[in-house]
């Protein structure tokens, strides 16, 4: 009798497990396939409301019945553990990556209930957000709610992730023929700041690099190879179309985010030479995408719509040439040494070392640089008539007046304050309500009539916004899952990809800010790395 009650409570169990995991994946499916080609009939006017209020519909749609379920699952896990003595561990055990996550969760809502900005103003709130952003306490909940549902209920399945892939063909080549004025969809008060289904070039910016950078995780990495071949082609084709896009679309945060993603594939690939080879197959592949629309610009010298300064540099100088060049001899190096067995990992180290030493030099030197120039305008020569030499409101696309005014808003709170911050997306509420005058007329005088939501720079953006609690948080949970999820990454390629795709998102953000198209796809990527990472550790107690 004991134990056909047993078996009973097993069978509930796995029924509830499985009805969650279908639940679950139907929502991931929406929020990879449906978020990103989802627009409406006002066009590009909107498009960031739309899709904004497209993501809260899902979510809340999916929890109403994922929270409910979930409830039932532990109970049922409750009853078998008192009859049997054993539970499931994955769901209820935690990692420091969770530990973050509930401190930010913590802090979030600590937030909202110290900010004095809860009531509705002409600019938003802080439950919904401000308003066409709509990042509050709500959607921050959301986020929070898809990490903690894949990594507990989601049961991986590998071919759900690869649903990216062609929802990123399809999304890149629209932004790049988009980028030359071609649009296949007739989408309304279409323009050179608008591209593909995504909407703003920097929201467009931000997905693109973070679903690339996983794609070209999975790759890199051999232990992610489909064994078909047409299965491989298709996945370099679409890797190509995603670089070739990125390097046109117009952001530069992308760009300096790909360069650093660059620097981070050699020092994981220079003591393997099979990985080291893909690395440079990887270069010749961006290198050739820049030469092609090198050759496209030529044919069409006035095609192109929007045209910014790292986009002339990547396709229209002679530096593709040159890094095409050099990445097919070192492709050649690598090849070699691998046939002949003379393959020396001290070498490629060495290189790596040297490499990333000199660009640290260089960074370095460009600070020292501007902050002399900014305290003594004209004291470096020729290089004081170059923008990026002086730190002004205009200096990096806008950041200076943007950085200026979200570390005032920080400085100005008091401990509670700067504990807490001003609350959940209220950055625009504190500057526009004019607690601090100096600081309104600041922003106003640079932007007129414009609301700034956001620093511009995700984590200082979070420091405002959530405290130093928060930032904590948040900034943990970031870190965390980026270093547990690469180092799984040697043995598991999903892994390693969400990984990737996290820390491609955390530094295109340096330059960049939260916004739901591409902040929901990093927080499924900490789901399923998490996942992953469950999965392997799996056991009863």
């Not at 992730?161 to 071609?182: D, E």
Request: include cysteine; hydrophobic fraction near 50%; charged fraction near 15%.
């Amino acid at each position: 009798m004991n134990r056909e009650k047993k078996t009973r409570a097993e069978q509930v169990c796995n029924a509830v497990r499985d009805l969650l995991d279908i639940l679950v994946s139907l929502y991931m499916t929406a929020l990879i396939v449906l978020m990103p080609l989802h627009y409406t009939e006002s066009g590009y006017r909107s498009i960031g409301t739309d899709k904004s209020l497209f993501f809260r519909s899902v979510s809340l749609t999916a929890y109403k019945l994922i929270l409910p379920l979930t409830a039932l699952y532990l109970l049922c896990l409750a009853v078998k553990r008192l009859k049997s003595g054993k539970g499931e561990r994955r769901i209820l055990s935690v990692s420091v990556t969770d530990l973050f996550a509930l401190l930010y969760l913590g802090a979030t809502v600590c937030s909202y209930l110290h900010t004095p900005f809860k009531q509705e103003t002409e600019w938003g709130d802080t439950f919904y957000g401000a308003y066409s952003w709509y990042l509050g306490l709500l959607t921050q909940l959301l986020f929070l709610g898809i990490y903690f549902a894949v990594s507990r209920l989601w049961q991986r399945k590998d071919w759900m992730v690869a649903l990216w892939f062609p929802v990123m063909a399809l999304i890149t080549v629209l932004g790049y023929l988009n980028r030359f004025g071609v649009y296949p969809l007739d989408i309304k008060t279409a323009g050179p700041q608008f591209i593909s289904t995504i909407g703003n070039i920097n929201w467009y910016c931000g997905y693109v690099v973070t679903v690339m950078s996983c794609a070209a995780y999975y790759i890199w990495n051999g232990l992610g190879h489909p064994k078909k071949k047409w299965m491989r082609i298709a996945g370099i084709a679409v890797l190509g179309m995603g670089m070739a896009s990125l390097v046109t679309q117009g952001s530069s945060s992308g760009i300096v985010a790909l360069v650093l993603l660059l620097g981070v594939f050699y020092l994981l690939s220079m003591r393997d030479a099979g990985r080291l080879q893909r690395f440079f197959e990887g270069c010749i592949l961006l290198s050739g995408v820049c030469v092609f629309t090198w050759l496209v610009r030529k044919i069409w010298p006035d095609a192109m719509n929007y045209i910014e300064g790292t986009t002339e540099l990547l396709t229209m100088s002679p530096l593709p040439f040159g890094l095409l060049g050099l990445s097919l001899l070192c492709r050649f190096w690598v090849c070699r040494s691998r046939q002949k067995g003379s393959f020396s990992e001290r070498l490629w180290v060495m290189l790596g070392t040297a490499a990333w030493g000199v660009a640290g030099v260089a960074v370095l030197v460009f600070v020292v640089l501007l902050a002399v120039n900014t305290a003594r305008p004209g004291s470096i020569g020729p290089l004081s008539r170059l923008g990026a030499f002086t730190f002004d409101a205009a200096w990096g696309s806008n950041r200076g007046i943007t950085w200026t005014a979200g570390l005032t808003c920080f400085l100005n709170q008091d401990l509670g304050g700067k504990l807490m911050g001003v609350g959940p997306d209220a950055m625009a509420l504190y500057i526009h309500r004019g607690v601090d005058p100096a600081l309104k007329q600041m922003v106003q005088d640079y932007f007129g009539g414009l609301s700034l939501t956001n620093a511009h720079n995700e984590w200082l953006t979070v420091l405002i916004n959530e405290g130093l609690l928060g930032a904590a948080g948040y900034i943990g949970l970031m870190v965390t899952a980026i270093v547990r999820y690469l180092k799984a990454g040697r043995e598991d390629a999903l892994t390693g990809a969400a990984g990737m795709g996290i820390l491609a998102y955390t530094l295109n953000n340096i330059f960049s800010f939260q916004q739901v198209m591409s902040t929901s796809a990093v927080f499924l990527l900490m789901g399923i790395g998490e996942a992953c990472l469950r999965g392997r550790k799996k056991r009863r107690i």
